[in-house]
């Protein structure tokens, strides 16, 4: 009994791959776009672990809730809440995702229509909450690829003058608390401060390679975002003209693009994690 | 897959509040490990490391989910999800490596030398327009 069953499973798994079907039950279309997205995912874990790696290299680090702790219409010092936000944005745009696949395979195309529209407007919105996050950290923050103001002090002390907004004389600090370095008319303004050891000294930069860091990887997800939203417009055109009712393939195309956007939301929690939680 | 459209609200519904609730626990960890929750809990070290794993295991957990249902990797055969997954395990390695790496050139920043020692650089004057090996030659 149990061999004539390992038998017919055989045959079965040889009928798959005997050519003339897909022994994987799916298009070749979709099948590439997984691969592609994992192709894209080493990538991505390529820059995250060079991240990892540096950070553990570097005897101080900057704290990313103080870096991340200012939200627009002038909240300061509320760590983390505005990129809580940006993955509320983020995981509600792949829900709306997820809906308009479901409309899909229902062969309802207004339906699909309505949710891809919702999904670009997620995208839109997490866009531009990103474009106020960088516009806050290079215009109001200085920082740069090059220059990293935030630094982190590696011994107790107390400062010898204030920055006239948050710091001043005499506040004293703990070793692993981190300051922001302001800019005065164009010229940094590094203040000076008292150690426990009596040695007098001068904030300083923080590491170079956060800032590039930052930058670059945010950046290449901001740009995966944003193709993502030119693409699924361009679908979202399609779907309206009544291409897909043509091929009559259950709009595999919105399932394509679904699974591209989902994978954006995913290396999100992974940016998330690792930028701003760790 | 095909479902009717109460059936799709509900599925999505749920994925989204399970994916919103993991992301607020995340944040409460963090801000929790970092002394933001109850003031001068950030003094115990030991706090760090279980908040750190506490949150990598949310976020694999968050992965997890947004692969296996958004992405339905679930109702996928199974060797063409093994052809995704094996070669992801790849990166387990490379982290491990990276991380270990990263490490020891922070264990050995001091060892670096920014500047070329003078009599080495006597040598490379020296030594120009010869081959390579010659460098080598010295104090044995």
């Not at chain 1, 050519?19 to 874990?45: C, E, H, I, N, Q």
């Not at chain 1, 995702?97 to 999904?119: C, D, I, P, S």
């Not at chain 1, 010229?187 to 923080?206: A, H, I, M, N, Y």
Request: hydrophobic share 45%; glycine share 10%.
């Amino acid at each position: 009994m149990s061999e004539e069953l390992l038998e017919t499973t055989e045959t079965q798994e040889q009928d798959n791959w005997s050519g003339g079907k897909s022994p994987f039950k799916t298009s070749y279309g979709k099948l590439m776009m997984w691969y592609f997205l994992v192709s894209d995912a080493f990538t991505f874990a390529g820059l995250l672990i060079a991240y990892g790696a540096l950070r553990f290299s570097t005897p101080s680090w900057p704290v990313p809730d103080f870096v991340f702790s200012t939200a627009p219409f002038g909240v300061t010092g509320a760590p983390l809440i505005f990129v809580t936000i940006m993955s509320f944005v983020l995981i509600i745009s792949s829900g709306t995702m997820v809906r308009a696949v479901q409309e899909g395979a229902r062969e309802n195309k207004n339906g699909v229509v309505f949710w891809l529209l919702m999904t670009v407007f997620g995208g839109i919105a997490f866009l531009g909450c990103q474009a106020w996050e960088w516009n806050n950290l290079i215009a109001e923050e200085h920082m740069t690829i090059f220059t990293n103001p935030f630094g982190t002090h590696t011994e107790d002390g107390v400062y010898l003058e204030g920055d006239g907004h948050y710091i001043e004389k005499g506040d004293e600090f703990k070793a692993g608390e981190s300051y922001l370095i302001h800019k005065h008319h164009g010229d940094w303004d590094p203040l000076t401060f008292r150690t426990e050891s009596g040695v007098v000294k001068q904030q300083e930069f923080g590491p170079k390679a956060f800032g590039a860091l930052f930058f670059f990887i945010t950046g290449f997800h901001g740009f995966h975002v944003f193709s993502g939203v030119v693409i699924l417009f361009i679908i979202m055109l399609n779907v309206a003209s009544g291409l897909y009712v043509e091929r009559k393939n259950g709009y595999e195309m919105v399932e394509k693009v679904g699974l591209y956007w989902h994978f954006v939301d995913l290396v999100w929690v992974f940016v998330f994690l690792v930028f701003y939680l760790l | 897959m095909e479902m009717s459209r109460s059936e799709g609200i509900r599925a999505v519904k749920k994925g989204l509040l399970l994916l919103g609730a993991v992301t607020v626990a995340e944040v409460l960890i963090s801000l929790l490990g970092k002394g933001y929750l109850i003031p001068g809990l950030e003094e115990y070290s030991f706090l760090f490391v279980i908040t750190g794993l506490a949150m990598i295991v949310l976020s694999l957990y968050k992965a997890y989910f947004i692969v296996y249902e958004f992405m339905h990797l679930r109702y996928e055969v199974k060797g063409m999800a093994l052809s995704i997954l094996l070669p992801a395990m790849l990166l387990i390695w490379g982290l491990i490596a990276f991380l270990w790496e990263g490490n020891t050139w922070g264990d050995r920043r001091e060892e670096v030398q920014y500047e070329i020692p003078q009599d080495i650089e006597q040598q490379l004057d020296e030594s120009e327009g010869e081959p390579v090996k010659e460098l080598d030659n010295h104090e044995h």
